[in-house]
């Protein structure tokens, strides 16, 4: 810097202190809130040479010059105090015998009044092989500035962020115009969802709504039927599981009000044991003796018998039955003797009724299907949230997987209550929007203990529920809470976390709750820890197969759901 300007000559510098000078008095009109965008035009008519990145306004002039001006001064900061104290020295007479001091304090002034949200000290990493001279340096570490704020936009992460915020020319600058594209399409976007009621902007920044919310378990819920349906596991998508419950195998009899399904099979056949009863008690006609030759008085009334035909030639013809189904008289075979037709054992003709082949019905028939009614049940479902879920690449199922089953239980068995319990280090309650908002825990610990814990708080809540608790993860417990209150992490896992999370296995059991276990990982420490855990309580253990971890876990709670009954009053 001292070598170039004190190559310069006095009209190169007296140029440079009038631009200096009129920057300032821009910037101080500017402050006073009288500057004009034709005093910045004009400004750039006589000095535009000293600015190639053509700003188009006075603030894009002052974000430039103030993020350079920030960066030199994190430059100074990060050197030695003896590095710092002779550049200082060098700049001061450099800009002493050129007579811009003044103008350069000033303007240093001006700028740090006009953007004080930039980093004006502070120290800043420096390394490398290649060394930098100083305007480099200061350009590189502007840089970088850029770099940090453009993340912090995009990031959203500060109260009232909006896409809007985001700079269109730092986009274009560090990522090109098609990442420029990119940020016109997420505004679409964005408004588009805000629009349905899909999202919204508060002071926490943007969130999704309730709507969402159910949108997103309904998604996953229908993904998961679609693979069940697929591979014919059943019609489990099941609009209206009916009123009556489910069939118990017994039947009983009718009474006024009752709403179970009719048993057809015993209703037809208590009337056909009740008319062959009363049937058998009806009198008989006597057998006439060999040669007779007079008819027989037929029995009046339903279950009257049927008269045997004569021998042929007998010569009296037989009287009709008046009515439908008239007996037709039988034709004996040929040779046959001149003796009527037995009526008793075989061969004995069956005794006519009205509306040949009808059973006659009657109330005291009826019986209905015995049912049994579903309880309702608090499922508790644990979510392993640590750091190995990401890096085996198992957290996204692990997430939709709960968003489905919270749907599922919310839209279509609403009698039952389900919280969803993630841990790591330590166990938390979560909601729907937790957990759609959550990432992985970037800590170390698989806090099981904990987990049932807080499962087991909840299960209390609903003592008349039937209890299950359904745990995802992908190692075996490596934390637990100690005597003091604060989480234990060792690896490998000691024998205090093991004793600690099968205590609460055994409070669990005792409580009567049913603890299916969904292992993401065949680790032969976690299976058998898990198969342990099984033992104890008699719940499941499934070693799942990567993408179907839906499947199995609303496969499992809907299997349960079948076999939790209550025995119908009767």
Known sequence: MRDALQGASAQDMARIREMMHALNEMLDADARGEHTQQDFDAFMQRFGEFFPDNPRSLEELIDSLARRAAAAQRLLDSLTAEQRAELESLMAQALGDAGLAEEMARLQQGLRSARPDLRWGGRQRIGGEQPLGFADATGALAELADLDELDDLLGQDYPGASLEDIDEDLIREALGQRAVDDLARLRRIENELRQQGYLRRSGEGLTLTPRALRRLGSTA?????????????????????????????????????DEQPLDVVRTVGNAVLRNAT??????????????????????????????????????????????????????????????????????????????????????????????????????????????????????????????????????????????????????????????????????????????????????????????????ITDGEPTAHIARDGFADFAWPPTVETITATLVEVERCTRRGATINIFMLDDDPRLVSFMHEVGRRNGGRVFLTRPGALGEYVVSDYLRARRGRRTRRAG
């Open 221 to 257: 819920l229908r993904r998961v039927f679609a693979v069940l349906e697929s591979r014919g596991r059943g019609g489990h998508d099941m609009r209206d599981a009916g009123a009556a419950g489910e069939v118990t195998g017994a039947s009983r009899e009718w009474r006024f009000g």
């Open 278 to 471: 009363r049937t058998a008690g009806a009198p008989r006609p006597a057998t006439p003796g060999a040669g007779a030759g007079h008819t027989w008085a037929p029995t009046v009334g339903p279950g009257a018998p049927r008269p045997a035909t004569p021998a042929a030639g007998a010569g009296h013809p037989w009287a009709p039955t008046v009515g439908p189904g008239a007996p037709r008289p039988a034709t004996p075979g040929a040779g046959a003797r001149n003796t009527p037709a037995p009526t008793v054992g075989p061969g004995a003709p069956r005794p006519a009724t009205p509306g040949a082949g009808a059973v006659e019905i009657a109330g005291e028939d009826f019986e209905v299907v015995e049912t049994e009614r579903r309880s309702s049940a608090a499922v508790a479902l644990l979510v392993d949230m640590s750091y190995s879920m990401e890096l085996r690449g198992t957290w996204g199922e692990a997430k939709t997987t709960a968003l489905a089953l919270h749907a599922l239980i919310a839209t279509r068995y609403p009698q039952d209550a389900i919280e969803i319990i993630g841990f790591s280090d330590y166990a938390r309650v979560m909601t729907t929007g937790d957990l759609v908002d959550h990432d992985w825990d970037r800590v170390q610990g698989t806090n099981l203990q904990h987990g049932l814990m807080l499962a087991r708080r909840f299960l209390d809540r609903h003592r008349n529920a039937e209890p299950i608790v359904l745990v």
